[in-house]
């Protein structure tokens, strides 16, 4: 799509005049291909994204539980104002070598097709082998799941990086805009610069990042400081300190992978003296590879504040322990107020 945008000729007369005259052009332009900008929506209604942990044993044992998520998903989408869902990876349980597997995801995460906007970080499982996701060959994930395919015609896909590993989306709730990006394992120097050129062309919606491994949440230890796979990759810590403290607008990281330890989450606070909530879902070793359970990150705009749940809906229980349940502030407009013309 093309777009012009005409501006005044005449004279601004002040700094501030052509800071919010940019601005609002920045708004403009970052609102293409978005899924209903924030001006079409309720600014006082909740909304939420539903994060879906590691799925890798539903897919090679228990399919039928994996439906029952991307199912609920869809059947409570108005009830809970449903907006987006962030798949952390590990899709499927045995690399590439069981297309079973493959084919249970597919059809699994296919039930949200034309439902809700969605998207899926790629795990170390989801390579095509350990030596594969070492390497970053996906042969058998950019055939199920490659986003330039698989999201065509959405509007609300942004795009992928030259790999297809990385894609963001765009969407908007409670009169805020966002862009969530998908990283891959262990994200590249290529991938960490591919995403601050997504944020450089967004810069007035506020940002996610899903990755697979980013959290660790044992033993003292807040983020992954060792990388999973690849040796020419960034760890947890890495990309915390090249790209998401360096980023205002970047106010929620999410990561799945560690199931020993299922739920952790933190506050870190960024360059910017803003608060980032960090958080880990993961219940790939409980009963039947987690019962289903599932996040709902709850935004309610009249209290500015994010409410997690922790629910499965093979069990249609909530877990209500502190770990599972809890609120933290939630800053509408976490980016500057204004952004200078050059």
């Not at 949440?217 to 400081?225: F, K, L």
């Not at 360096?246 to 608060?275: K, T």
Request: aromatic share 10%; proline share 5%.
């Amino acid at each position: 799509m093309n777009v012009v945008v005409r501006l005044p000729h005449h004279k601004l007369t002040s700094r501030r005049q052509r800071c919010l005259q940019f601005g609002a052009l920045l708004t403009l332009l970052s609102c293409i291909g978005c899924s209903g900008p924030a001006a079409k929506t309720d600014a006082r209604r909740p909304f939420s994204i539903v994060m879906i942990p590691d799925t890798q044993i539903y897919s090679e044992k228990r399919p039928d539980l994996f439906f029952a998520q991307t199912n609920w998903i869809k059947q409570n989408r108005d009830k809970e104002n449903i907006v987006f869902v962030t798949h952390v990876g590990d899709l499927v349980h045995r690399y590439g070598y069981k297309p079973s597997e493959w084919k249970v995801a597919d059809e699994a995460m296919a039930v949200l097709d034309g439902v809700v906007p969605y998207g899926i970080a790629i795990g170390n499982h989801d390579y095509d082998s350990d030596e594969g996701a070492r390497k970053g060959i996906a042969t058998m994930y950019l055939r199920h799941f490659d986003p330039d395919r698989r999201f065509r015609g959405r509007p609300w896909y942004g795009g992928a990086s030259p790999n297809r590993l990385n894609s963001y989306q765009l969407f908007s709730g409670g009169g805020v805009d966002f862009v969530i990006l998908h990283l891959e394992l262990d994200a590249p120097d290529d991938a960490l610069d591919w995403a601050r050129g997504v944020l450089h062309r967004h810069p007035t919606r506020s940002a996610i990042i899903t990755t697979h491994s980013y959290l660790r949440g044992d033993a003292g230890v807040g983020r992954q400081t060792q990388r999973e796979c690849r040796k020419d990759g960034n760890s947890g810590e890495e990309i915390w300190q090249e790209l998401i403290r360096r980023s205002p607008q970047v106010f929620m990281a999410l990561c799945g992978h560690i199931g020993s330890v299922e739920e952790y989450h933190q506050i870190s606070r960024n360059d910017a003296g803003a608060d980032v909530l960090e958080m880990l879902a993961d219940y790939q070793d409980r009963q039947n590879g987690g019962d289903g359970w599932l996040r709902i990150i709850r935004f309610v705009p009249a209290d500015n504040e994010i409410q997690i749940r922790t629910y499965s809906p093979v069990l249609d229980r909530f877990e209500t322990d502190a770990k599972s349940q809890f609120a933290v502030p939630w800053s509408r407009n976490p980016m500057p107020c204004c952004i200078e013309a050059r």
